[in-house]
Protein backbone atom coordinates (compact mmCIF):
# COMPACT_ATOMS: atom_id res chain seq x y z
CA UNK A 1 0.00 0.00 0.00
CA UNK A 2 1.20 3.43 -0.87
CA UNK A 3 1.66 5.97 1.54
CA UNK A 4 3.27 9.31 2.51
CA UNK A 5 4.45 11.20 5.89
CA UNK A 6 5.29 14.75 6.58
CA UNK A 7 7.19 14.78 9.37
CA UNK A 8 6.59 18.11 10.69
CA UNK A 9 3.45 19.09 12.26
CA UNK A 10 4.35 23.31 11.88
CA UNK A 11 6.99 24.38 10.40
CA UNK A 12 8.13 28.29 11.59
CA UNK A 13 10.33 30.59 9.48
CA UNK A 14 11.10 34.29 9.40
CA UNK A 15 10.16 35.99 6.33
CA UNK A 16 12.75 36.02 3.68
CA UNK A 17 14.31 32.90 5.08
CA UNK A 18 14.83 29.46 3.08
CA UNK A 19 11.43 27.11 3.76
CA UNK A 20 12.00 23.29 3.36
CA UNK A 21 8.57 21.46 4.29
CA UNK A 22 9.34 17.22 4.08
CA UNK A 23 7.78 14.56 2.42
CA UNK A 24 8.82 11.26 2.60
CA UNK A 25 6.86 8.09 0.83
CA UNK A 26 6.33 4.74 -0.03
CA UNK A 27 5.05 2.88 -2.89
CA UNK A 28 5.51 -0.44 -4.78
CA UNK A 29 5.39 0.98 -8.03
CA UNK A 30 6.63 4.15 -9.65
CA UNK A 31 5.60 7.16 -7.75
CA UNK A 32 4.05 10.14 -9.17
CA UNK A 33 4.27 12.81 -6.70
CA UNK A 34 2.20 16.15 -6.04
CA UNK A 35 2.44 19.03 -3.68
CA UNK A 36 -0.98 21.20 -2.77
CA UNK A 37 -1.44 24.43 -0.42
CA UNK A 38 -4.42 25.04 1.77
CA UNK A 39 -5.25 28.80 3.04
CA UNK A 40 -7.58 28.64 5.75
CA UNK A 41 -10.77 28.07 4.29
CA UNK A 42 -10.61 27.57 1.34
CA UNK A 43 -9.68 24.31 -1.05
CA UNK A 44 -6.49 22.81 -2.22
CA UNK A 45 -4.56 24.57 -4.82
CA UNK A 46 -2.04 22.40 -7.08
CA UNK A 47 1.70 24.07 -6.61
CA UNK A 48 3.61 21.08 -8.65
CA UNK A 49 4.22 17.97 -9.42
CA UNK A 50 7.01 15.34 -10.25
CA UNK A 51 6.03 12.45 -12.97
CA UNK A 52 9.50 11.55 -14.61
CA UNK A 53 12.16 13.17 -15.74
CA UNK A 54 14.60 15.68 -13.68
CA UNK A 55 14.71 15.60 -10.32
CA UNK A 56 14.24 19.17 -9.40
CA UNK A 57 10.84 20.29 -10.21
CA UNK A 58 9.55 24.16 -10.57
CA UNK A 59 6.30 24.63 -9.79
CA UNK A 60 3.83 27.84 -8.22
CA UNK A 61 4.52 31.09 -6.43
CA UNK A 62 8.58 30.65 -6.71
CA UNK A 63 7.99 27.27 -4.93
CA UNK A 64 10.25 24.28 -5.90
CA UNK A 65 10.82 20.34 -5.30
CA UNK A 66 13.50 17.95 -5.37
CA UNK A 67 12.20 14.49 -6.01
CA UNK A 68 15.10 11.95 -4.40
CA UNK A 69 14.90 8.36 -5.20
CA UNK A 70 17.13 6.22 -3.12
CA UNK A 71 15.67 8.58 0.12
CA UNK A 72 12.28 8.20 -0.97
CA UNK A 73 11.85 12.18 -0.36
CA UNK A 74 9.98 14.98 -2.31
CA UNK A 75 10.60 17.70 -0.02
CA UNK A 76 9.40 21.17 -0.73
CA UNK A 77 11.65 24.42 -1.18
CA UNK A 78 11.49 27.96 -1.29
CA UNK A 79 14.68 30.50 -1.41
CA UNK A 80 12.90 33.04 0.14
CA UNK A 81 9.36 32.92 2.70
CA UNK A 82 6.65 35.44 2.23
CA UNK A 83 4.24 35.77 5.06
CA UNK A 84 1.32 35.12 2.54
CA UNK A 85 3.10 31.46 2.66
CA UNK A 86 1.77 30.55 5.60
CA UNK A 87 -0.74 27.80 5.24
CA UNK A 88 -1.10 23.91 5.28
CA UNK A 89 0.94 22.18 2.93
CA UNK A 90 -0.19 18.39 1.62
CA UNK A 91 2.49 16.15 0.15
CA UNK A 92 0.55 13.45 -1.63
CA UNK A 93 1.40 10.48 -4.23
CA UNK A 94 0.18 8.63 -6.87
CA UNK A 95 1.26 4.91 -7.05
CA UNK A 96 1.43 3.37 -10.67
CA UNK A 97 0.69 -0.05 -8.76
CA UNK A 98 -2.76 1.34 -7.18
CA UNK A 99 -4.65 2.89 -9.65
CA UNK A 100 -5.58 6.22 -9.66
CA UNK A 101 -6.11 6.99 -5.94
CA UNK A 102 -4.01 9.36 -4.62
CA UNK A 103 -2.82 9.28 -0.90
CA UNK A 104 -2.19 12.62 1.50
CA UNK A 105 0.10 13.31 3.91
CA UNK A 106 -0.88 14.67 7.16
CA UNK A 107 -0.51 18.14 6.32
CA UNK A 108 2.23 20.76 7.70
CA UNK A 109 1.50 23.87 8.64
CA UNK A 110 3.94 26.90 7.69
CA UNK A 111 3.57 29.98 9.59
CA UNK A 112 6.30 33.11 8.19
CA UNK A 113 6.93 35.31 10.60
CA UNK A 114 7.43 38.95 9.56
CA UNK B 1 -15.32 30.54 -14.43
CA UNK B 2 -14.94 28.26 -11.41
CA UNK B 3 -13.21 25.14 -12.15
CA UNK B 4 -14.24 23.05 -9.87
CA UNK B 5 -17.33 24.41 -7.88
CA UNK B 6 -19.68 22.77 -4.28
CA UNK B 7 -22.62 23.46 -3.37
CA UNK B 8 -23.66 24.79 -0.26
CA UNK B 9 -19.79 25.53 0.90
CA UNK B 10 -21.75 25.76 4.99
CA UNK B 11 -23.90 22.98 5.69
CA UNK B 12 -25.52 22.49 9.11
CA UNK B 13 -27.58 20.09 10.39
CA UNK B 14 -29.27 17.32 12.78
CA UNK B 15 -28.12 14.09 13.48
CA UNK B 16 -30.43 11.66 11.59
CA UNK B 17 -30.92 13.93 8.51
CA UNK B 18 -30.76 13.32 4.80
CA UNK B 19 -28.38 16.22 3.15
CA UNK B 20 -26.87 16.16 -0.42
CA UNK B 21 -23.48 17.86 -1.96
CA UNK B 22 -23.43 18.57 -5.36
CA UNK B 23 -19.78 19.28 -7.15
CA UNK B 24 -19.75 20.19 -10.90
CA UNK B 25 -16.41 21.03 -12.78
CA UNK B 26 -16.09 23.07 -16.25
CA UNK B 27 -12.78 21.45 -17.08
CA UNK B 28 -14.13 18.95 -19.09
CA UNK B 29 -12.59 16.42 -17.11
CA UNK B 30 -13.29 12.63 -17.11
CA UNK B 31 -13.21 11.73 -13.73
CA UNK B 32 -14.02 12.83 -10.54
CA UNK B 33 -13.71 12.29 -6.63
CA UNK B 34 -14.71 12.74 -3.24
CA UNK B 35 -12.44 13.30 -0.19
CA UNK B 36 -13.05 13.86 3.16
CA UNK B 37 -10.63 16.31 5.44
CA UNK B 38 -11.51 15.24 9.48
CA UNK B 39 -10.81 17.67 11.99
CA UNK B 40 -7.14 17.31 12.22
CA UNK B 41 -7.10 18.47 8.31
CA UNK B 42 -6.40 14.88 7.47
CA UNK B 43 -7.08 14.16 3.81
CA UNK B 44 -8.60 10.76 2.32
CA UNK B 45 -10.60 9.56 -0.66
CA UNK B 46 -13.69 8.37 -0.17
CA UNK B 47 -15.16 7.72 -4.18
CA UNK B 48 -13.95 8.00 -8.02
CA UNK B 49 -16.27 8.22 -10.94
CA UNK B 50 -14.44 8.09 -14.34
CA UNK B 51 -17.27 8.38 -17.00
CA UNK B 52 -20.14 8.43 -14.44
CA UNK B 53 -18.46 5.07 -13.59
CA UNK B 54 -17.99 4.50 -9.55
CA UNK B 55 -13.86 2.83 -9.80
CA UNK B 56 -12.96 3.94 -6.16
CA UNK B 57 -14.74 3.25 -3.36
CA UNK B 58 -12.88 3.09 -0.36
CA UNK B 59 -14.31 1.66 2.98
CA UNK B 60 -17.09 4.42 3.30
CA UNK B 61 -20.32 3.36 5.44
CA UNK B 62 -23.12 2.64 2.97
CA UNK B 63 -24.68 5.75 4.40
CA UNK B 64 -23.04 8.05 1.76
CA UNK B 65 -23.77 7.57 -2.06
CA UNK B 66 -22.18 9.03 -4.92
CA UNK B 67 -24.53 9.62 -7.72
CA UNK B 68 -22.71 10.80 -11.40
CA UNK B 69 -25.68 11.79 -13.70
CA UNK B 70 -23.01 13.05 -16.08
CA UNK B 71 -18.91 13.63 -16.88
CA UNK B 72 -19.41 17.20 -15.14
CA UNK B 73 -21.19 16.32 -11.96
CA UNK B 74 -20.70 14.25 -9.25
CA UNK B 75 -22.94 14.64 -5.97
CA UNK B 76 -22.75 13.22 -2.67
CA UNK B 77 -25.24 12.00 -0.55
CA UNK B 78 -25.67 11.02 3.01
CA UNK B 79 -28.48 9.66 4.75
CA UNK B 80 -28.58 9.12 8.64
CA UNK B 81 -26.38 11.67 9.31
CA UNK B 82 -23.80 11.21 12.57
CA UNK B 83 -22.01 13.32 14.31
CA UNK B 84 -18.97 12.03 13.04
CA UNK B 85 -19.92 12.74 9.48
CA UNK B 86 -18.93 16.52 10.89
CA UNK B 87 -16.13 17.73 8.35
CA UNK B 88 -15.13 19.09 5.17
CA UNK B 89 -15.28 17.35 1.98
CA UNK B 90 -13.71 17.88 -0.77
CA UNK B 91 -15.05 17.42 -4.71
CA UNK B 92 -11.98 16.90 -7.46
CA UNK B 93 -11.49 16.31 -10.78
CA UNK B 94 -8.54 15.29 -13.17
CA UNK B 95 -8.46 13.94 -17.29
CA UNK B 96 -8.02 10.05 -16.21
CA UNK B 97 -6.96 9.58 -19.88
CA UNK B 98 -4.48 11.25 -20.08
CA UNK B 99 -2.74 9.01 -17.82
CA UNK B 100 -1.76 8.66 -14.30
CA UNK B 101 0.31 12.00 -14.83
CA UNK B 102 -2.41 14.10 -14.36
CA UNK B 103 -3.14 16.73 -11.62
CA UNK B 104 -6.36 16.27 -9.56
CA UNK B 105 -8.29 20.16 -9.11
CA UNK B 106 -9.76 20.79 -6.01
CA UNK B 107 -12.99 22.47 -5.28
CA UNK B 108 -13.52 25.06 -2.20
CA UNK B 109 -15.02 22.33 -0.34
CA UNK B 110 -18.33 21.66 1.86
CA UNK B 111 -17.87 22.41 5.43
CA UNK B 112 -20.76 19.88 7.18
CA UNK B 113 -21.30 20.47 11.07
CA UNK B 114 -23.71 17.67 12.27
CA UNK B 115 -25.38 18.79 15.35
Known amino acids: AQSVAQPEDQVNVAEGNPLTVKCTYSVSGNPYLFWYVQYPNRGLQFLLK??????LVKGSYGFEAEFNKSQTSFHLKKPSALVSDSALYFC????????????FGGGTRVLVKP | DTAVSQTPKYLVTQMGNDKSIKCEQN?????MYWYKQDSKKFLKIMFS???????INETVPNRFSPKSPDKAHLNLHINSLELGDSAVYFC??????????????FGPGTRLLVL
Open chain 1, 92 to 103: AVRDTAAGNKLT
Open chain 2, 92 to 105: ASSQLSGGMRETQY
Open chain 2, 49 to 55: YNNKELI
Open chain 1, 50 to 55: YITGDN
Open chain 2, 27 to 31: LGHDT
